[in-house]
């Protein structure tokens, strides 16, 4: 709930409950889906996924129905977190038969009026019946699903989330405040409980997780982006800021818990298979999640408090390999630049400080009220190929100081860039990624890709 309409001549607001109920848990009784209330489970593991079914006009859900349903099939999950689910995909889902067969919990019907777009779904197994209300986060389509899970060894608390899109500070903001008053929740109605948080996060991987010193992300490992325009061909046509690969789907748990996660249990699915296509723009995600004290090898430590976390010692193997056999080695095998391709990196940087200098010339500038003899940009080069540490693949990372508002300045590139003579030593355009929290610009100069942002300092400059 976002706010209350007060009614009546005294403007008082009737009293509501922090969360907003939601429907029954649904179970399938081999002829239906029914309300039903479900008993305690006897398990103290379980294996949770999340995966995002991706709606988009252009991609039509029901075209990629069967594809999708084996992948749900495929995660072999006890419990599973739905995000974009449709009602004409949930009546599909909850319809077809190997589903019902697997899936005998869900937290809708096949007959549910669903209250947006774009919904977040819980199924489980037979053995995993859960209860659940329905939390507003705020923003629109911005609701959780808080399932109850009741174990011999603990209530565990599954909140599906699907948070809001979008890279920019006000968005990243905007996230913030959606986990904080999920977490309210949490520790208002279930403080003694253990939580799991899982789903499509839209967190990018540059920006640090907001509350962690409450909760722990259970796949720390590279390699583990589920969003990747890079690779599949719906994440890249639905792509609307960066395309570098981000692990968004994330499943997160308690800190200092009775749940516990081994690192080798958490898995990618819905890849496609070979010569088809993918069934959504992301790859789903999965973990099984101990409850309760360890019993086996084969599962990691619980996850203790942030303050107490151990840091292994740092024990590097003894070499005989001197510096120059190493340098020798890599000289051989390309690792390092050559003198030519130095070269080109290097003029490509002159080419950019030349197209920045000769902005400021009178003809070149789009704002009469900008003064070219007290305005000074200074472009310098940073990253890899400023320390040296660049190799043959290698962009050229600059940042541009000046004394003048980031608006002027990119209005005058994006302006001197279109007014530009083409030839081999044009400043092209490839992209402006203009909303985000950090404008940056991503240009092609004597074939050498470089990226360049903005840095208001007048002051800096003097110094």
């Not at 659940?132 to 060894?153: D, F, M, N, Q, Y």
Request: aromatic share 8%; with cysteine; glycine share 6%.
């Amino acid at each position: 709930m976002y706010a209350q309409i007060p009614i009546g001549k005294d403007n008082n607001a009737v009293p509501r409950g922090y969360g907003v109920s939601g429907t029954p848990t649904y179970h399938n009784d081999a002829s239906a889906w029914v309300p039903a209330v479900p008993s305690p489970s006897a398990k103290i593991s379980l294996s949770l996924a999340t995966y995002n079914v991706f709606h988009d006009s252009s991609f039509p859900l029901k075209h990629r129905f069967t594809a999708l349903r084996d992948a749900i099939l495929n995660s072999n999950a006890d419990m599973l977190c739905l995000q974009e689910v449709t009602d004409e995909f949930l009546s599909l889902l909850l319809g077809d038969s190997r589903i019902k067969e697997q899936f005998r919990w869900c937290s809708r019907s096949d007959k549910s009026i669903m209250e947006s777009e774009r919904n977040v779904v819980l199924l489980a197994r037979e053995d995993y019946g859960f209860e659940w209300v329905r939390i507003e986060l705020g923003g629109k389509h911005k609701s959780a699903i808080v399932a109850c899970l009741r174990t011999p060894h603990a209530v565990v608390i599954i909140a599906g989330i699907h948070l809001s899109a979008g890279r920019a500070a006000p968005i990243l903001q905007k996230k913030r405040e959606e986990l904080t008053t999920l977490l309210a929740f949490l520790h208002l109605h279930h403080a003694a409980d253990e939580w799991i948080i899982v789903g499509d996060m839209n967190w990018p991987d540059s920006e640090q997780l907001s509350l962690q010193d409450e909760l722990t992300d259970v796949w720390t490992l590279n390699g583990g982006e589920t969003y990747d325009p890079t690779t599949n061909p719906l994440a890249a046509a639905s792509a609307r800021e960066s395309r570098e690969p981000q692990r968004y789907d994330r499943i997160l748990i308690k800190r200092g818990s009775l749940l516990s996660v081994p690192v080798e249990s958490c898995e990618l699915f819905g890849l496609p298979l070979a010569g088809a296509g993918p069934p959504s723009d992301h790859w789903g995600l999965k973990a099984t999640v101990q409850i309760g004290p360890i019993n086996s090898s084969s599962f990691a430590t619980t996850v203790p408090p942030a303050d107490i976390i151990p840091v292994p010692a740092l024990n590097p193997l003894p070499t005989t390999i001197t510096d120059s056999e190493v340098h020798d080695f890599c000289t051989k095998h390309g690792c390092f630049p050559s003198v030519a391709q130095d070269e080109a990196l290097k003029y490509a940087v002159d080419i950019l400080r030349a197209f920045v200098s000769d902005m400021l010339s009178p003809t070149a500038s789009i704002n009469s009220t900008v003064n070219s003899s007290v305005v000074r940009l200074v472009v310098a080069p940073v990253g890899s190929f400023a320390m040296g540490y660049h190799n043959p693949g290698s962009d050229v990372d600059c940042i541009v100081v000046g004394n003048i508002n980031p608006g002027t300045f990119w209005n005058l590139m994006r302006w001197k860039i279109r007014a530009a003579i083409v030839g081999a030593d044009a400043v092209q355009l490839r992209r402006f990624v203009k909303d985000a929290s950090v404008q940056m610009m991503e240009l092609e100069i004597h074939d050498v890709k470089m990226d360049i942002q903005y840095c208001p300092a007048g002051k800096l400059i003097d110094w």
